[in-house]
Every structure is written in C-alpha cells, then in structure tokens.
C-alpha cells in the first residue's frame, strides 16, 4: 500500500469550473442533446493565416530558447505595447511565458504579500494564490458599480493596514462581465495605488478586444507599479498555443529576475516554433488589423444583439465593451425561480443546462456569493472563420445577415428567452 499524501494547499482543490462544463457539455451532446455552448471562454476565430505560415516555416526551430524569451520576440512585444498602449519598455523588462495564467502563477509565487481580486473575477487567481499559500483580500463589486472596483471602496479596504505588501489584480476587458474602465476610473486607481506602493497586475488579454478599440491601460497612469499581462490566446484565437507575455517597468525588474529564476527551474523556455510564429502576430500589420477589427464587429453584434434581448425581459445586465462574455443577473426572478427549487447561481446554471441545453457558468465559479443569481455567457459558439469571410465579403454587415451565417448564439439567446416566459 503506498502513502497518499496531498499538500494541504492543494486538497480539495476542484478541477477549473470552465473546463469542467465543458467536458459535461461534451458528455450530453454525446448522449444525442443539443448544447448550445456559452460556456468555455475561447476564441471563436482562427489564427491570422500569416501567423500560421510563420508557425509553418519555423517547425525545424528546435533549440532550446532563453528563458526569458527570444530577444526578437521581445523587441516585438516591446514594440506593440508602444503601439496599442503607449508605453515605453525596453526588452530586457519583457517575459515570455507558457501562458499568461503560468506566468501569474509564477508571479504569485515570487511575491511575498496579498493578493488582492474583486469578486467576480477570472476563475484562475484565488485558485492559484490558494496553491501557493498567499492570503487573498477579496473586492466586493456589484451590478450597481458595473462589476468595477470602485476607488472609494478600495480606498476604504486599504485603509485597515496601509502599507501591507500587496498585489492587486485588474482585468479588463473583463472576464466575466465583458466591461471595462473608464479612464477616470483607471486614474483614481492608479492614485490610490500609487500612494499605497500596491503592485498592480492588470491583465489585459481581452485589450485588443475592446469592441470599439479603444482600450487603455493602467500602465499609462502608474507605469512604476503595473505589470501588464497579455499573450496571444484571446486576440489572436491561439489559446492552445501557450503563449503568454508580461511587461514590466524598470523599477520591478526585482520580480522580473525572481521569476526567470523559477522559469529556468520549472519550464525553462515556450516551444521556439511558437515563438518565431509569435513575432509576426505581436509585429501587427494590415492583415491583423483588418483581422482584428472584424473580430470585435462581429463580437459587438451578437454581444449587443444577446444584451437587447436579455435586458427586453427584465434581466439585470450591462451592455458589452468587450472580450465576449456577459455576466446577466436573474435577481428579478428570484420568487419564481426559488419556487422552482432554483435558490443559488449553480442550481441556475444546472436548470438551464438541463432544460434548454444552454451550457453557462454559475456567478459562483467566479468568487460572487452563491445566492446571487448570476451567469457567465461566453458567446462564443459560431464558426469564426465564417463570420471572418462573411464580414469581409458584405459591404453592409448588419446583425440579421450576421445571424444567417453564425445562427448559434442567437438560438441560444432564444432558448433562454423561452425559458424565462415559462417562468411566469
Ligand atoms: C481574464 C483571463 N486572464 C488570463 C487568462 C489565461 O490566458 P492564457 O491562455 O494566456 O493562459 C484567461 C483565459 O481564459 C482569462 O480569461
């Protein structure tokens, strides 16, 4: 008999909820039901074909790479966080990582202090600080604050122990609610941060993805302290990629060192053929704006398109500014679904699943009170290669035609449509 011995940060830990619906998508669809998958957030839209080509004409690359990633790849990075965010960094300040969720792991595993998050956030974080052994400060938001941390509040929090190490996470565009900063807000934050020496995290996967394109990082308001988090999973259709980027000022390069360290020991570089590949995505061009800019045309329609009808039927919910996520609130129902034995997020998103075959995730896989009656859609099920041709080939996309060709999210939004009228 052998000795079973699990690291006490470990035991009872549950497999990624996101990944989990996905395989019980699976698993009903096989049994011959019809599931409409709102609930892995993937990229809907294929790589930029000169990125496959680049990736095609590096397979032979077979050395092991610098652990802290291909010198060129980085000047290229450096280069677009020029371009898109307005901010100055030097290569040597960049990390290559197999994944930005690796790299915050690393990140929170070199930090000594707390990790800060609102609730709801990205399934990931909490985990991940809870492997480590890192105490966690969660941020209440609600729908009133749009799901944003408010400044006041964080000002209030931080207050109990003012210059207590901290981390704090910022995503936006965000998962799960689509929404984003204004740019007020991300000053005010920036202030209090700065006066407090918070460290601050701010990933930006969904960046490119704000549907108008008119993302702004907190990195332009409090450079000394932001590490910026991206890659090429979200904007680029690459998650099974691996690839995964951190840039930080000169003044954290302290962080930066401790976790080439770890890097070395651990995954000691990403595949070099993703690497090369990934210099002609991070270098930009025609071809990836025009790719990048029907991707949040077409991510604004249906985004729009599934909040109208929502938000006709009383749902509680924000109108989208990007990624491709809605985070509704079924609070308005609360007495019918109660008498329906519906009491918590799961017990909806079980219903849901079960009745309508709309696979979603429960507000509680994303840290929110599990009595709060919210869900997670990810309106990613459509072909995105299809949308892609379509918009490019239609001189005036309009939502109808966007429907013909990528009918899936919007008989979804159908099915719980239908759903909340039984309700009555
Ligand atoms: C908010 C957020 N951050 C980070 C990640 C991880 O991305 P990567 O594929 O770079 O590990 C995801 C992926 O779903 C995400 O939604």
């Known amino acids: 008999m052998l000795n079973a011995s699990i690291n006490l940060n470990v035991r009872g830990l549950k497999k990624s909820a996101t990944l989990e619906i996905n395989e019980r998508s699976i698993a009903l669809e096989k049994s011959g039901n019809k599931i409409y998958r709102f609930g892995l957030g993937q990229s809907p839209f294929p790589v930029p074909e000169s990125v496959v080509k680049a990736l095609k004409d590096n397979a032979h690359q077979k050395d092991y790479l610098p652990v802290q990633g291909l010198r060129e790849l980085r000047e290229s990075i450096s280069a677009f966080h020029l371009l898109n965010d307005d901010v100055r960094y030097h290569s040597d300040q960049i990390l290559i990582g197999p994944g930005s969720k ?7 595993m070199v930090y000594y ?7 709801p956030c990205w399934v990931s974080y ?25 400044p006041d509040h964080l000002k209030t929090i931080l207050k109990i122990d003012p210059l207590k190490p901290r981390l704090l996470i910022l995503n936006y565009p965000g998962n799960p609610d689509g929404l984003t900063y204004s740019e007020i807000e991300l000053q005010e934050i920036a ?24 993302h702004k990082s907190i990195a332009q308001y409090y450079p000394e302290g932001t590490i910026i988090s991206s890659g090429l999973s979200k904007w680029c259709g690459a998650g099974g990629w691996r690839l995964g980027t951190f840039a930080f000022p000169k003044e954290l390069t302290w962080i930066l060192n401790a976790m080439n360290v770890v890097a070395s020991e651990t995954y000691t570089s990403v595949s070099a053929p993703i690497q090369y590949a990934a210099i002609r995505a ?3 061009g025609n071809d990836i704006n025009e790719y990048l800019h029907a991707s949040r045309e077409i991510l604004k329609m249906i985004g729009n398109h599934l909040f109208d009808t929502l938000v006709k039927k009383d749902v509680r919910l924000h109108a989208p500014t990007g990624a491709f996520y809605l985070f509704p609130d079924f609070t308005s129902f609360k007495e019918q679904l109660y008498l329906r034995n519906i009491s918590t997020s799961s017990d909806l998103a079980n219903s849901l699943l079960k009745e309508t075959g709309v696979a979603t995730l429960p507000g509680s896989a994303f840290g929110c009170p599990k009595e709060e009656l919210t869900l997670r859609l990810a309106y990613v099920n459509f072909n995105g290669r299809k949308a892609l041709d379509w918009y490019s080939n239609t001189s005036l996309p309009t939502t109808d035609g966007l429907r013909k060709v990528c009918p899936e999210p919007f008989d979804a939004v159908d099915r719980i449509v239908e759903w909340i009228e039984q309700l009555h």
């Open 282 to 284: 991070f270098s930009m």
């Open 191 to 214: 202030e209090i941060a700065r006066s407090h020496r918070l460290i601050i995290l701010s990933d930006e996967i969904y960046g490119l993805l704000n549907h108008s394109g008119t």
């Open 102 to 108: 690796e790299l915050m792991f690393l990140l929170q």
């Open 113 to 119: 202090g707390d990790i800060q998050i609102p609730s």
């Open 126 to 150: 909490a985990p991940q600080a809870r492997i480590i052994g890192r105490h966690i400060e969660v941020i209440p938001t609600s729908f009133e604050s749009r799901w944003r941390i408010s």
